[in-house]
């Protein structure tokens, strides 16, 4: 079975430019995630997708993050414009739908913001 | 070898001891608890989870023990392999009406020496 794939890999940008990041969730999975995992800290849900609609955007610094999941399936997050602070990985996870199901990850974007 | 709470987020042992990894809990209504591994440069992999009505779970090599009243996880390593240097999360599910939220602890870097 295919894991959760992400792209980029590494990413390195100034401040106040844009920027965008790829998930594509393992196939059959509901339920997508963004973290965000600032180096040395747990990773900090942004945003939670169950199909291509939005459960929980709480903690999504709305002003300047955005994230979509069109049909359902891949799903992007973009930043725009970016600040210092946003330098981070980037993690997309994905689950079945249903409670108490194994969140699985993907291997993140590495964000620099300089 | 053992973590206290997040105040100790290093643990160094020998190959071959046992390792016990701490973590405490905030919110009394989570329900679902989950210990994650991260090796640098990877998305976090599932390791063991319990539920709230239990108080143990074992695994290969792996014990997670839960104790609700005060709020406290801990994950037991038998015989600590070389292979097991990561950052350990801990992370608590709470189901809410608009579906299953996890929050992870600050993590444990454990360290093992050959």
């Known amino acids: 079975e295919a894991g959760v794939a992400q792209s980029p890999r590494y990413k390195i940008i100034e401040k106040r430019q844009s920027v965008a990041f790829w998930c594509n969730p393992i196939s059959g999975h509901a339920t997508l995630y963004w973290y965000q995992q600032i180096l040395g800290q747990g990773p900090k849900l942004l945003i939670q997708f169950q199909n291509n609609g939005v459960v929980d955007d709480s903690q999504l610094p709305k002003d300047r993050f955005s994230a979509e999941r069109l049909k359902g399936v891949d799903s992007t997050l973009k930043i725009q414009p970016a600040k210092l602070e946003d330098s981070a990985v980037y993690l997309c996870?994905?689950?079945?739908?249903?409670?108490?199901?194994?969140?699985?990850f993907g291997p993140g974007t590495r964000l620099t913001v300089l | 070898g053992e973590s206290v709470g997040l105040h100790l987020p290093t643990l160094s042992v020998q190959e071959g001891d046992n390792s016990i990894i701490n973590c405490a809990y905030s919110?009394?209504?989570?329900?679902?608890f989950i210990w994650y591994k991260q090796e640098s440069g990877k998305g976090p992999q599932f390791i063991i989870d319990?539920?709230?009505?239990?108080d143990k779970r074992q695994g290969q090599r792996v014990t997670v023990l839960l104790n609700k009243t005060v709020k406290h996880l801990s994950l037991q390593i038998a015989a600590t392999q070389p292979g097991d240097s990561a950052v350990y999360f801990c992370?608590?599910?709470?189901?809410?009406?608009?579906?299953?939220?996890?929050?992870f602890g600050e993590g444990t870097q454990l360290t093992v020496n050959p």
């Open positions: 919110n009394s209504a989570s329900d679902y």
């Open positions: 992370a608590e599910n709470i189901e809410e009406t608009s579906g299953s939220r996890l929050t």
């Open positions: 996870a994905s689950s079945p739908s249903g409670s108490y199901n194994e969140q699985f």
């Open positions: 319990i539920r709230s009505n239990m």
